[in-house]
């Protein structure tokens, strides 16, 4: 390994305590994938870092299995006794024996940009420095700890919140992301005690033990301090939902996408909306969903994952749309529900249409052609094919097949004509 590179060290072992959860707290989905999957994205596109290793604990196979669906190139280090974050870093050290410079950071927070990681380990390297903190500057009270400076501004310790008897706002905080010179850091690691109150042994307290000897340590302070939220309790949570869900609208708006409230607008990690496309209020988009252009969507829709919507389509009120394809002209104006379901070119869904995709054992598929038209309160009972340029009356119950330039009608929908070409 060279020396400008870098092993970035993930600690995931946590209980999830304060969250309340049965998941770990880096398992807990937002904007329709896991907490730690934001962190190993960032991790992967930094130039920098060639190996990543998950320290896991809590639900260790869970969470192994969960990553290894998506990412095959991890490595993982079991902390047996989860008694604090120095311990989890000391349990990787086998894993560590081809590294020289190790970047720790914390599973749960999905904010920090691959910009930032890049921009503190080139300062790092720039600067030669033993150990760097990322800080920041809160306006809020945080649970982060407080950087403490000595009267030359170095910075001799981190004071942990357990530690502090005062709420000062505005105080520089440690963000829990750490670089460090590997020969130093095993050494000082043998030297943290365990804390009387935690009970735990805290990697914060090698900040002191590093000035104490001499080494070079440096703080890289963010302008956003936003990028160092971590997920502790659901408050947490809910934070870094809404600014993720920002961040995924931004990118969306950049692209020529047109979001009339973003505040009531709620899209996955991975959505993809083209070109004047409008999307009203309250519409939720779930992951793995492609919508084309000139489209126009909700209020109050739903689309669910695995769903594509073609340009030029228009899906109004009260739609939900789940596992389907509507192509290039589709209307689906209001009250409708559609579900394992092609519909094809120009078709107009009418109001109260239902497909029953579900028969009590599995998810039927339905197919509509191009240039049908569903008359209002249609429920389609798949598994059924609707033909090109067919019909169905109002209140119509289709259970059967639907032939090409057909009108059918009742309940049970019969044949009522034959439409003329």
């Known amino acids: 390994m060279g020396e400008n590179k870098v092993t970035a060290l993930v600690l995931a072992a946590g209980k999830s305590k304060r969250t309340k959860t049965i998941l770990p707290k880096v398992l807990l989905e937002v904007g329709g994938r896991p907490l730690i999957f934001y962190i190993l994205d960032t991790l992967r596109k930094v130039k920098y870092i060639d190996n990543i290793i998950i320290v896991t604990g809590h639900k260790r196979e869970l969470l192994e299995e969960?990553?290894?669906?998506?990412?095959?190139?991890?490595?993982?280090?079991?902390?047996?006794?989860?008694?604090?974050?120095?311990?989890?870093?000391?349990?990787?050290?086998?894993?560590?024996?081809?590294?020289?410079?190790?970047?720790?950071?914390?599973?749960?927070?999905?904010?920090?940009?691959?910009?930032?990681?890049?921009?503190?380990?080139?300062?790092?390297?720039?600067?030669?420095?033993?150990?760097?903190?990322?800080?920041?500057?809160?306006?809020?009270?945080?649970?982060?700890?407080?950087?403490?400076?000595?009267?030359?501004?170095?910075?001799?310790?981190?004071?942990?919140?357990?530690?502090?008897?005062?709420?000062?706002?505005?105080?520089e905080v440690n963000s829990g992301i750490y670089c460090f010179k590997k020969k130093f850091l095993f050494d000082g690691l043998r030297e943290i005690t365990c804390h009387k109150k935690k009970k735990e042994y805290f990697l914060t307290d090698i900040v002191n033990i590093f000035y104490r000897r001499g080494l070079k340590i440096l703080g890289f302070t963010l302008d956003n301090p936003n990028e160092l939220i971590g997920v502790n309790t659901q408050d947490n949570l809910s934070l870094v939902n809404r600014l993720l869900n920002k961040r995924f609208i931004d990118n969306l708006r950049d692209k020529g996408a047109i979001i009339i409230d973003p505040d009531t607008t709620f899209v996955s990690y991975d959505t993809k909306i083209g070109r004047d496309t409008v999307v009203y209020p309250f519409t939720f988009i779930e992951k793995n969903v492609i919508i084309g252009r000139n489209c126009k969507l909700g209020p109050f829709v739903h689309i669910r994952k695995d769903s594509v919507i073609e340009d030029n389509v228009c899906v109004g009120n009260f739609v939900e749309i789940n596992r389907s394809?509507?192509?290039?002209?589709?209307?689906?104006?209001?009250?409708?529900?559609?579900?394992?379901?092609?519909?094809?070119?120009?078709?107009?869904?009418?109001?109260?249409?239902?497909?029953?995709?579900?028969?009590?054992?599995?998810?039927?598929?339905?197919?509509?052609?191009?240039?049908?038209?569903?008359?209002?309160?249609?429920?389609?009972?798949?598994?059924?094919?609707?033909?090109?340029?067919?019909?169905?009356?109002?209140?119509?119950?289709?259970?059967?097949?639907?032939?090409?330039?057909?009108?059918?009608?009742?309940?049970?929908?019969?044949?009522?004509?034959?439409?003329?070409?």
């Open 325 to 421: 394809k509507l192509s290039e002209g589709v209307r689906m104006k209001h009250f409708s529900y559609v579900g394992d379901t092609t519909v094809g070119k120009k078709v107009n869904i009418g109001a109260g249409t239902v497909v029953a995709n579900y028969d009590g054992y599995k998810k039927n598929k339905t197919l509509i052609e191009n240039e049908a038209f569903i008359g209002s309160d249609t429920v389609i009972v798949a598994p059924v094919r609707i033909g090109k340029r067919a019909k169905t009356g109002a209140g119509s119950v289709v259970t059967k097949d639907v032939e090409p330039n057909t009108v059918v009608v009742g309940v049970p929908a019969k044949i009522f004509k034959k439409i003329k070409d």
């Open 66 to 171: 969960t990553v290894k669906r998506v990412y095959q190139d991890i490595k993982f280090s079991l902390q047996r006794e989860l008694n604090g974050t120095a311990k989890a870093v000391e349990s990787a050290k086998e894993l560590l024996t081809d590294s020289e410079n190790v970047l720790v950071i914390c599973g749960d927070t999905p904010l920090v940009t691959p910009s930032t990681i890049k921009k503190f380990i080139k300062n790092f390297f720039k600067e030669n420095a033993d150990c760097s903190i990322i800080t920041a500057y809160f306006e809020e009270k945080t649970d982060l700890g407080r950087i403490i400076r000595d009267r030359e501004n170095n910075i001799e310790r981190i004071a942990e919140k357990v530690d502090l008897e005062d709420e000062v706002k505005m105080e």
